[in-house]
Every structure is written in structure tokens, then in C-alpha cells.
């Protein structure tokens, strides 16, 4: 079945750069997420990519999308604080639920 | 109003008692979601629905049952409650049609514990 991995922790500087990343094994994936999930909040939705795009980009933040490895990479320019939180990968292979990783808990560090 | 809500938001039960969680949206979904959260573990599907006729089993179903009552309820319910069933529950809804790219909108979340 399908699968998505990713590291479990991450810690940055405020004003670094983070980089998440994340691989899956469903080379039929229509689209791929970015979920961002706040203490003591359910999930939102981030940012997302369709497959036939290798790059997306949106104020700080650039989603990488390497088809041929299946590596999916999230990258926040400047972070701060308030980004905070765990991050989701999630893939969509067609007509069933969305497949998500493990999350990765982003720590910045003032 | 929130689109998506969970109640309880928090739960303390103790083994063997039986639990209900319950979910309501608002935004007029056909499809629902049940997953629960383990620290490490991430998300886990545990059933899911397509439309009010339709349940189908998610990875882990085994010690919950679900019903969709409505459109826009969506119930699981844990028959025999034991300690390893304490994590934290959402509920998420999405439609195809409503967006192309199928986002899921979850709720806040149910805090269970089992003793």
C-alpha cells in the first residue's frame, strides 16, 4: 500500500531557512500536501502541489516535487516563532483518503 | 462557527465503558473521516465515508465502529474502551467537487483518555 515518510523533529533558528522533507511510495499521486497542525489545533491545509508541477511557490514558502525519486521537500524562508508546529505530508492517489506521514515537529528556536 | 466539530473535546473514561465521539459539519461534504493521532505514530485512518449510505474500514478499525446518521454527522464509537485507545481523534470532511485538489477540513480534535 501506499506510504509516506518523513523525520520526525526539526529544529531551526528563528530567520533560517527550514527545509521538510518527505518521500512516498505511490508513483500514481494526483496531488501532494503540505499540513501544518498547532498545538492543541486539528490540521489545515498548507499548501499543496499537483503532480505534473516540480515547484510551487507561495510568499516563504517553496514545496519541491521530485517525481522520479518520489521526494516532496517543504521550505520556509525566514522562519519564525509562530511557525511553530508539526507539518504533514500527505499524498492523493486517486478516489481513496488521503495517505499521511508521521509529521515532523518544527521547533524555532529565538 | 467552526465548520467541522468534535464533541467532547476532552474525554476521561476507564476501561471497558463504552464511548461515543461525535462530528457535525457544516459544510455540506459527502465525505467523512475518522482518524486518531499517537505522538511518532502521526495520523492513522480508522473508517471513512463516501456519502450516508457508504462506510468503508481504514487501517486500524479494529475496537471502533462508526455511523453516519446524516450528511453532516458522522459518529465512532468505541464499544469496550481499553487503555491503548487514549490519543487524541479528529474528524475530517472533504468533497472533490469542491475543490480540485480534495482538500480534507478537520476539526479540533478529541482528547481521550482511557483508564
Known amino acids: 500500500g501506499e506510504d509516506v515518510e518523513q523525520s520526525l523533529f526539526l529544529s531551526v533558528r528563528e530567520g533560517d531557512s527550514s527545509v521538510i522533507n518527505c518521500t512516498y511510495t505511490?508513483?500514481?499521486?494526483?496531488?501532494l500536501y503540505w499540513y501544518k497542525q498547532e498545538p492543541g489545533a486539528g490540521l489545515q491545509l498548507l499548501t499543496y502541489?499537483?503532480?505534473?508541477?516540480d515547484m510551487k511557490q507561495d510568499q516563504r514558502l517553496t514545496v519541491l516535487l521530485n517525481k522520479k525519486d518520489k521526494h516532496l521537500s517543504l521550505r520556509i524562508a525566514d522562519t519564525q516563532t509562530g511557525d511553530s508546529a508539526i507539518y504533514f505530508c500527505a499524498e492523493n492517489a486517486g478516489n481513496t483518503p488521503l495517505v499521511f506521514g508521521k509529521g515532523t515537529r518544527l521547533s524555532v528556536i529565538a | 462557527d467552526a465548520d467541522v466539530t468534535q464533541t467532547p473535546r476532552n474525554r476521561i473514561t476507564k476501561t471497558g465503558k463504552r464511548i461515543m465521539l461525535e462530528c457535525s459539519q457544516t459544510k455540506g461534504h459527502d465525505r467523512m473521516y475518522w482518524y486518531r493521532q499517537d505522538p511518532g505514530l502521526g495520523l492513522r485512518l480508522i473508517y471513512y465515508s463516501f456519502d450516508v449510505k457508504d462506510i468503508n474500514k481504514g487501517e486500524i478499525s479494529d475496537g471502533y465502529s462508526v455511523s453516519r446518521q446524516a450528511q453532516a454527522k458522522f459518529s465512532l464509537s468505541l464499544e469496550s474502551a481499553i487503555p491503548n485507545q487514549t490519543a487524541l481523534y479528529f474528524c475530517?470532511?472533504?468533497?472533490?467537487?469542491?475543490?480540485?485538489?480534495?482538500?480534507?477540513?478537520f476539526g479540533p480534535g478529541t482528547r481521550l483518555t482511557v483508564l
Open positions: 502541489i499537483f503532480s505534473n508541477m
Open positions: 475530517a470532511t472533504s468533497d472533490p467537487t469542491d475543490t480540485a485538489y480534495n482538500e480534507q477540513f
Open positions: 505511490d508513483s500514481s499521486s494526483t496531488y
